[in-house]
């Protein structure tokens, strides 16, 4: 929720200073520690398992309060945007459930594919897309790795397919490279700095365009396009 809500607050025009370490004690409130894991081995796996203690209906939770809260503040322009990595993608394509979301940027999202989100790992997240519910809202960008061995190539296509199946509007990036290649701590020799600063810079074009910039209403007439050269 710390990237997310940075995001939320770039929206607002604010200006945002650098993380500090102490950034990280923030609430984690589904858990006994109330802190977020640390990123090391045994932070990596206590993150893991709490995500599938979590109720999903907790994570809904999190997201809506957290939009409710920066709507209501005088410096909001009112246009929400979402991004996340790994679990934070999968975060980030539910926070595209809200209207008040006009776009979301989903870095190597996990466990959309499988529907393993959360307690019971039974998430409804592509049996919501099926029925409708991302229809009309706002922009998807989902960007994965093709060396990634958590969301492999078949789990891709079916996220491709139900996304496109719905004729959402959503750009679907594949690159060469594995998952959590935008982590530059403790990335295990997956990080790649030059694909993060050019990602990032989709990110920001997408969040100026939807999010920075009022620009009415999209026009979706659903005429079919005029093949020209």
């Not at 025009?13 to 045994?42: A, E, F, G, M």
């Not at 009112?78 to 940027?105: E, K, N, Q, Y």
């Not at 093709?146 to 750009?171: F, M, W, Y």
Request: overall charge positive.
């Amino acid at each position: 929720m710390v990237m997310l809500l940075r995001v939320l607050l770039a929206s607002m025009n604010l200006k945002v200073q650098s993380l500090s370490p102490t950034t990280r004690k923030v609430r984690y409130h589904d858990t006994p520690q109330y802190t977020l894991p640390s990123i090391h081995v045994s932070g990596t796996d206590r993150g893991n398992k709490y995500k599938v203690e979590k109720e999903v209906a907790a994570y809904d939770e999190d997201a809506t309060l957290s939009v409710d809260l920066l709507v209501s503040l005088p410096n909001c322009n009112g246009r929400i945007a979402a991004t996340g990595m790994c679990l934070g993608g999968h975060l980030a394509f539910r926070a595209a459930f809200d209207p008040r979301v006009l776009a979301s940027v989903c870095f190597f999202a996990t466990d959309i594919h499988s529907a393993t989100l959360g307690k019971g790992k039974n998430d409804d997240t592509l049996v919501r897309v099926r029925k409708g519910d991302l229809n009309g809202k706002g922009e998807l960008v989902m960007i994965f790795g093709k060396q990634d061995t958590h969301v492999p190539r078949q789990g891709r296509d079916l996220v491709r397919k139900v996304v496109e199946d719905q004729n959402i509007a959503c750009s679907f990036l594949e690159v060469q490279a594995q998952h959590a290649f935008i982590r530059d701590e403790s990335s295990k020799g997956r990080w790649d700095a030059a694909l993060t600063r050019s990602l990032f810079g989709v990110m920001l074009e997408v969040f100026e365009r939807t999010v920075g910039r009022d620009l009415g209403p999209r026009v979706a007439s659903g005429a079919k396009v005029e093949h020209v050269c």
